[in-house]
């Protein structure tokens, strides 16, 4: 089993930024892809970003390309959204998943493990 646990949302302005975090345990050295999604209220859970922990292989959607980052802490396990210049549209429970597989999935049924999310409200 593979324990993921987000943090680091919260409520900021448009333009500002947030960076979350994603903490795996359990037998996280087994899975090989880590993704970001996100699910906003009546809307179907939307790829963000993904990165495979052996290498430097990421993959962005388009509508966070150019302002959001997606990183890893190989030592502490942990994967990183740096989300910057958000918009309102950002706002969404924002959340972390697991493959044991070594591609860069966009496909959430495609994602082993999950984490509860964390709320980003993106609003003035």
């Known amino acids: 089993q593979v324990q993921l646990q987000e943090s680091g949302g919260g409520l900021v302005q448009p333009g500002g930024s947030l960076r979350l975090s994603c903490a795996a345990s359990g037998r996280a050295r087994s899975m090989y892809t880590m993704g970001w999604f996100r699910q906003a209220p009546g809307k179907e859970r939307e790829f963000i970003a993904a990165?495979?922990?052996?290498?430097?292989?990421?993959r962005y959607a388009d509508s966070v390309k150019g302002r959001f980052t997606i990183s890893r802490d190989n030592a502490k396990n942990t994967v990183y959204l740096q989300m910057n210049s958000l918009k309102p549209e950002d706002t969404a429970v924002y959340y972390c998943?697991?493959?044991?597989?070594?591609?860069?999935?966009?496909?959430?049924?495609?994602?082993?493990?999950w984490g509860q999310g964390t709320q980003v409200t993106v609003s003035s």
């Open positions: 998943a697991a493959d044991g597989g070594n591609r860069l999935e966009i496909i959430p049924t495609r994602y082993d493990y």
């Open positions: 990165i495979i922990w052996s290498s430097l292989n990421v």
